[in-house]
């Protein structure tokens, strides 16, 4: 493990301390559909994923996310086989978060709806382990399909059982609206709520309840899908079959919206680069400045992007003088809620 991390973040109050930005796996789960729309990143090499989540590791990154939908099993199985090879005092230190509730088919590489009954859930919640070559789930988090508070209250009762049983060390919920949340958060082994924060917005209101709890907030699309990355133009989109082409959740990449986010982000370029930060380090540094209980997590798919996303832990937060002027700038931002 890196011995230059200096930024850490606690899964909750008086919980588990990680390093203040984690992984996210989505993109190396491959091609998958989900409800007959593609739902991947596009063609995956599993030993360059595996590569990746290594040069994460050895910087000294220590929360790995994960989740059955994504490539339907298979980044659960890559993260299972990239924590196997490692020594058994390293993978100790990996935190490993996964969820359920969305209902998948590995053989044909589909998913669609979702089942969140408690046999369902225990049944995800052994094939998840299986996947991962795990004992234990560190944080297992509701990805969706608890549609009532009754059927949260449900849920959470179904993951209480699971903590007492030992096959999980604590869970939240990647569903972030109000009720849900509340539901979560009203019990002692929920630690964490997933929720997109980014420099263009975030939802107050989660925030905010996150806090009254004392939750982490685990940040996904922390890049924006990768439009903070500055790589991304109006003749250079992701590739035909990337999510992020076909999409009802975001809209960075549409061709009518684009050019309005690359503006946002020519606003604020200047300001995310400052002390010679790459646009990276400055958007993954703006959310550690945002809130101190926010952990990024930024997808990887190579060993060099793993390596640059964990170098804001030696870095540290955006000076709070610019990250103030760009919460100002981007005032009227819709993904401010």
Same mark, same amino acid.
């Given at each position: 493990?890196?011995?230059?991390?200096?930024?850490?973040?606690?899964?909750?109050?008086?919980?588990?301390?990680?390093?203040?930005? *984690?992984?996210?796996?989505?993109?190396? @789960?491959? &091609?998958?559909?989900?409800?007959?729309?593609?739902?991947?990143w596009?063609?995956v090499?599993?030993a360059?994923?595996?590569?990746?989540?290594?040069?994460?590791?050895?910087?000294?990154?220590?929360?790995?996310?994960?989740?059955? /939908?994504?490539?339907?099993?298979?980044?659960?199985?890559?993260?299972?086989?990239?924590?196997?090879? !490692?020594?058994?005092?390293?993978?100790?230190?990996v935190?490993?978060?996964?969820?359920?509730?969305?209902?998948?088919?590995?053989?044909?590489?589909?998913?669609?709806?979702?089942?969140?009954? &408690?046999?369902?859930?225990?049944?995800?919640?052994?094939?998840?382990?299986?996947?991962?070559?795990?004992?234990?789930?560190?944080?297992?988090?509701?990805?969706? *399909?608890?549609?009532?508070?009754?059927?949260?209250?449900?849920?959470?009762?179904?993951?209480?059982?699971?903590?007492?049983?030992?096959?999980?060390?604590?869970? *939240?919920?990647?569903?972030?609206?109000?009720?849900?949340?509340?539901?979560?958060?009203?019990?002692?082994?929920?630690?964490a709520?997933?929720?997109?924060?980014?420099?263009?917005?975030?939802? /107050?209101?989660?925030?905010?309840?996150?806090?009254?709890?004392?939750?982490a907030?685990?940040a996904?699309?922390? !890049?924006?899908?990768?439009?903070?990355?500055?790589?991304?133009?109006?003749?250079?989109?992701?590739?035909?079959?990337?999510?992020?082409?076909?999409?009802? =959740?975001?809209? =960075?990449?549409? /061709?009518?919206?684009?050019?309005?986010?690359?503006?946002? !982000?020519?606003?604020?370029?200047?300001?995310?680069?400052?002390?010679g930060?790459?646009?990276?380090? @400055?958007?993954?540094? =703006?959310?550690?400045?945002?809130?101190?209980?926010?952990i &990024?997590?930024?997808?990887?798919?190579?060993?060099?992007?793993?390596?640059?996303? /964990?170098?804001?832990?030696?870095? *540290?937060? !955006?000076?709070?003088?610019?990250?103030?002027?760009?919460?100002a700038?981007?005032?009227?931002?819709?993904?401010?809620?």
């Amino acid at each position: 493990m890196s011995t230059t991390t200096t930024e850490t973040r606690s899964l909750g109050v008086g919980g588990r301390q990680l390093a203040a930005v *984690g992984v996210g796996t989505w993109a190396l @789960g491959g &091609p998958f559909t989900f409800d007959g729309r593609d739902a991947g990143w596009g063609e995956v090499d599993d030993a360059e994923s595996i590569r990746a989540l290594h040069a994460a590791i050895h910087a000294g990154v220590t929360l790995i996310d994960s989740a059955p /939908a994504y490539g339907t099993g298979h980044s659960e199985r890559v993260v299972g086989q990239a924590l196997a090879a !490692l020594p058994a005092t390293v993978r100790e230190s990996v935190a490993v978060a996964t969820k359920f509730g969305l209902r998948i088919d590995e053989g044909r590489r589909t998913g669609g709806g979702n089942d969140v009954r &408690p046999e369902a859930i225990r049944a995800e919640c052994e094939a998840s382990l299986r996947r991962l070559g795990l004992d234990t789930v560190d944080l297992y988090q509701l990805h969706g *399909g608890a549609e009532t508070v009754a059927a949260a209250e449900d849920v959470v009762a179904t993951c209480e059982e699971l903590l007492a049983e030992g096959k999980i060390r604590s869970f *939240g919920t990647a569903q972030d609206d109000a009720e849900t949340l509340a539901v979560f958060a009203g019990s002692d082994g929920c630690v964490a709520v997933q929720t997109q924060v980014n420099v263009f917005g975030w939802t /107050a209101a989660t925030l905010d309840a996150a806090r009254a709890h004392g939750l982490a907030v685990l940040a996904r699309s922390p !890049l924006a899908m990768g439009m903070l990355s500055g790589k991304y133009h109006s003749a250079n989109r992701p590739q035909a079959g990337d999510v992020r082409l076909d999409t009802p =959740y975001w809209d =960075y990449f549409d /061709a009518d919206t684009m050019p309005g986010w690359l503006q946002r !982000l020519d606003t604020v370029r200047e300001l995310l680069t400052v002390g010679g930060r790459t646009l990276v380090q @400055g958007a993954l540094g =703006y959310l550690l400045a945002l809130d101190p209980s926010i952990i &990024p997590l930024p997808g990887i798919r190579t060993e060099q992007q793993a390596r640059e996303n /964990a170098s804001v832990l030696s870095l *540290g937060p !955006l000076p709070q003088a610019e990250t103030a002027e760009i919460t100002a700038l981007l005032a009227d931002s819709p993904e401010r809620r």
